[in-house]
């Protein structure tokens, strides 16, 4: 199944990320960085290997919404790396310069993946397939015919994001609890002018790219997803122990990963 990525991977590192174009949305108290700490950062630069980051190879952008907040709406620069052909994960940021701020995560899976979840766990999880026909999802930089054949796999899959910096809430510190994100599901959810906004800075038409899409076949979307839409409303709240991921007692033990004697 992997064979099935590499001709869309191979246009992707070919053709760069396309964009320097969205710098961070905030600016982060703090001394500027000193000359110690710069040859510091160089030498780990030149020495040190970076497996994980080196293998992000697609960037995505996209919009989110707060799970129950529809007016806390941004923009969000998704560095993704393919790991199989049902598993992607992504970094995301508030921009696409090397200033910007890590804003989140997004964990995305394909639909026979998803259909594997338990009932509670599928309210966390978003549908792509607006997103992708919509013409609102790019990757910017990639020539037209690999950008449609990337949209083509993901207009089915399904996403978890969470958001720990909130940046557009000028948050200039990662302060507060993190929120779980949603995706926008049909027309007039989305403020028109992070969309315009976005097409001008991209040098893109969020409209021609809609109608370029118009054959890319997006399954209905599976139960449980964008639970929203039914006043399934989850976030984060403070409670005190260990919460859903306790195992029994929830002071310091034996690790979970040491094998039990």
């Not at 108290?29 to 190879?57: C, F, H, V, W, Y």
């Amino acid at each position: 199944m992997q064979k099935r990525w590499t001709g869309a991977v191979i246009a992707l590192l070919l053709s760069g990320c396309g964009a320097n174009n969205t710098p961070a949305q905030v600016a982060s108290p703090g001394a500027p960085t000193s000359a110690k700490m710069k040859t510091l950062a160089a030498g780990a630069d030149l020495l040190q290997s970076r497996p994980p980051i080196e293998a992000i190879n697609t960037y995505l952008d996209g919009f989110h919404f707060y799970n129950g907040d529809r007016n806390g709406q941004m923009e969000a620069h998704h560095y993704v790396t393919i790991l199989n052909d049902d598993v992607m994960q992504a970094v995301i940021y508030d921009g696409n310069t090397k200033d910007a701020r890590l804003m989140g995560v997004e964990y995305i899976i394909s639909a026979r993946l998803y259909q594997t979840l338990p009932a509670e766990e599928k309210k966390l999880w978003h549908s792509h397939d607006y997103e992708v026909k919509s013409g609102t999802l790019i990757a910017p930089g990639l020539p037209q015919a690999a950008e449609h054949a990337l949209m083509a796999r993901i207009v089915n899959t399904y996403g978890k994001t969470w958001h720990t910096w909130h940046t557009d809430r000028d948050k200039t510190l990662p302060i507060g609890i993190p929120a779980l994100m949603m995706g926008f599901t049909a027309d007039g959810q989305m403020d028109k002018r992070l969309l315009a906004d976005r097409d001008k800075r991209f040098e893109v038409d969020s409209h021609q790219i809609r109608a370029s899409r118009a054959d890319i076949v997006a399954q209905p979307v599976l139960p449980g997803a964008n639970a929203w839409q039914h006043g399934e409303v989850i976030q984060l709240k403070r409670v005190s122990g260990g919460g859903e991921h306790a195992h029994g007692q929830t002071d310091f033990g034996a690790a979970e990963q040491l094998s039990k004697p």
